[in-house]
């Protein structure tokens, strides 16, 4: 019952977004999340439920947003009446298609071979794109216009919110379907090859098939979300099919965490927030979405998903009352240590241009600016490193309180 209020909410919330955040830019960027939300979603089938490291699934997604995009030329021709509510089937059917032809060779082994044939695919279809230009279009890739289409009950697309619904519509659809193929005894039975694939083979089970399905899942829903990705932007290059596009959707599901279906929608919607936030007032948004992923590793092995887990079972058994103070002492050092981080790169990055902070004019030719950064750092730094022992004490002590009373 409470997984389905928990889906109810879901559902009112994705209706709600375009009505708190009515603008055209706020809209796109809400399309943008839910693109991203599917395809986290469709590779942490891969990844957290089969236990297979891919760097090549970019590829289906790129796949299906081609096919998609040629299915909305033909549709702009009048070659076919496909209306475009339908259009996003076509790029399932391309990714499963292509998961098909390319997950028979690759899903026969696991662990470090599998990861290394994906990527040497994902290279092969990235580099495949610029030569096979019938297909692929080249570097200008393929385009068309959605509102071309026939309309459905008088709705043409040409307006932003109309594409939000159309896409919040399949991602809450291709979600459902995702979640109920990890309650499935296929589903069970990857995350059991995940574990131990020994121990399945011995019960008579082939490893290779059942890594295979799971990766034939993965990839439809790949080409779902690349297909509303090419509807949204009416047009798909090769930059889809890189390892560019490869390695964000890794960062997305490490950052929220694999081991959680509600994890890669964390990290979808933080990576994607980030990268449209930061790129309009820094050039190093890069660096620092690089960054957010080396933290994450470090201190959050589990993303934002775990961490979350973790401070709800602390709650539910009242215990988070305890962790408050010594949170908030951490809070303050915390935040100063990662300003002077990123004023010392803006400075560097920046080189003559005067940075503005709180009053002060900060220059990189001003010996000065890094002193006093550096050291506003390095107080920082200390102060952390002295409240932090009590921060992991407290923290080790509530979890520790739970294991004794025999409570998860």
Same mark, same amino acid.
């Given at each position: 019952?409470?997984?389905?209020?928990?889906?109810?909410?879901?559902?009112?919330?994705?209706?709600?977004?375009?009505?708190?955040?009515?603008?055209?830019?706020?809209?796109?960027?809400?399309?943008?999340?839910?693109?991203?939300?599917? &395809?986290?979603?469709?590779?942490?089938?891969?990844?957290?439920? $089969?236990?297979?490291?891919?760097?090549?699934?970019?590829?289906? &997604?790129?796949?299906?947003?081609?096919? =998609?995009?040629? =299915?909305?030329?033909?549709?702009?021709?009048?070659?076919?009446?496909?209306?475009?509510?339908?259009?996003?089937?076509?790029?399932?059917?391309?990714?499963?298609?292509?998961?098909?032809?390319?997950?028979?060779?690759?899903?026969?082994?696991?662990?470090?071979?599998?990861?290394?044939?994906?990527?040497?695919?994902?290279?092969?279809? !990235?580099?495949?794109? /610029?030569? /096979?230009?019938?297909?692929?279009?080249?570097?200008?890739?393929?385009?068309?216009?959605?509102?071309?289409?026939? !309309?459905?009950?008088?709705?043409?697309? =040409?307006?932003?919110?109309?594409?939000?619904?159309?896409?919040?519509?399949?991602?809450?659809?291709?979600?459902?379907?995702?979640?109920?193929?990890?309650?499935?005894?296929? +589903?069970?039975?990857?995350?059991?090859?995940?574990?131990?694939?020994?121990? =399945?083979?011995?019960?008579?089970?082939?490893?290779?098939?059942?890594?295979?399905? @799971?990766?034939?899942?993965?990839?439809?829903?790949?080409?779902?979300?690349?297909?509303? &990705?090419?509807?949204?932007?009416?047009?798909?290059?090769?930059?889809?099919?890189?390892?560019?596009?490869?390695?964000?959707?890794?960062?997305?599901?490490?950052?929220?965490?694999?081991?959680?279906?509600?994890?890669?929608?964390?990290?979808?919607?933080?990576?994607?927030? @980030?990268?449209?936030?930061?790129?309009?007032?820094?050039?190093?948004?890069?660096?620092?979405?690089?960054?957010? &992923?080396?933290?994450?590793?470090?201190?959050?092995?589990?993303?934002?998903?775990?961490?979350?887990?973790?401070?709800?079972?602390?709650?539910?058994?009242?215990?988070?009352?305890?962790? !408050?103070?010594?949170?908030?002492?951490?809070? /303050?050092?915390?935040?100063?240590?990662?300003?002077?981080?990123?004023?010392?790169?803006?400075?560097?990055?920046?080189?003559?241009?005067?940075?503005?902070? !709180? +009053?002060?004019?900060?220059?990189?030719?001003?010996?000065?600016?890094?002193?006093?950064?550096? $050291?506003?750092?390095?107080?920082?730094?200390?102060?952390?490193?002295?409240?932090?022992?009590? /921060?992991?004490?407290?923290?080790?002590?509530?979890?520790?309180?739970?294991?004794?009373?025999?409570?998860?």
């Amino acid at each position: 019952m409470g997984s389905r209020k928990a889906w109810a909410a879901a559902a009112a919330l994705l209706g709600a977004l375009p009505l708190l955040f009515d603008s055209v830019l706020s809209v796109g960027i809400l399309n943008q999340m839910l693109i991203a939300v599917l &395809f986290a979603l469709s590779y942490n089938t891969l990844l957290g439920q $089969g236990g297979l490291l891919s760097f090549g699934h970019a590829v289906y &997604f790129g796949l299906g947003g081609y096919v =998609a995009a040629h =299915a909305l030329r033909l549709t702009e021709l009048g070659s076919i009446g496909m209306p475009l509510v339908l259009l996003p089937l076509a790029g399932a059917a391309g990714g499963l298609l292509a998961a098909l032809l390319l997950g028979s060779v690759s899903t026969r082994r696991g662990g470090t071979a599998f990861t290394m044939i994906s990527l040497g695919l994902g290279e092969l279809l !990235a580099a495949a794109a /610029l030569i /096979l230009v019938a297909f692929f279009g080249g570097e200008a890739g393929i385009s068309g216009d959605r509102t071309a289409g026939p !309309a459905l009950l008088g709705v043409n697309f =040409a307006r932003e919110t109309q594409v939000y619904y159309h896409a919040a519509v399949w991602v809450f659809l291709g979600a459902l379907c995702l979640a109920a193929f990890r309650q499935t005894p296929a +589903g069970r039975l990857a995350m059991a090859v995940r574990d131990n694939p020994l121990r =399945a083979q011995c019960l008579g089970y082939s490893a290779a098939r059942v890594r295979l399905l @799971c990766f034939l899942v993965a990839g439809t829903f790949a080409g779902l979300a690349g297909a509303l &990705f090419a509807i949204h932007n009416e047009i798909i290059t090769s930059q889809a099919l890189g390892t560019a596009n490869a390695g964000q959707v890794l960062l997305m599901c490490f950052l929220g965490g694999t081991g959680y279906f509600l994890g890669p929608v964390l990290g979808a919607v933080l990576l994607t927030l @980030c990268s449209a936030l930061l790129s309009d007032y820094t050039t190093l948004s890069t660096l620092y979405l690089g960054l957010l &992923f080396v933290g994450c590793v470090m201190f959050l092995p589990e993303g934002l998903g775990g961490l979350l887990v973790q401070l709800h079972a602390r709650w539910r058994h009242g215990r988070l009352g305890s962790l !408050a103070r010594p949170l908030a002492r951490c809070a /303050l050092p915390t935040a100063a240590l990662l300003l002077s981080g990123v004023l010392l790169l803006e400075l560097a990055a920046r080189e003559g241009e005067v940075l503005h902070v !709180a +009053g002060l004019a900060l220059q990189a030719a001003n010996v000065w600016s890094w002193l006093g950064l550096a $050291g506003f750092g390095a107080v920082a730094s200390l102060l952390l490193r002295r409240e932090l022992p009590a /921060l992991q004490a407290a923290w080790q002590q509530t979890g520790a309180a739970h294991i004794s009373q025999g409570r998860p």
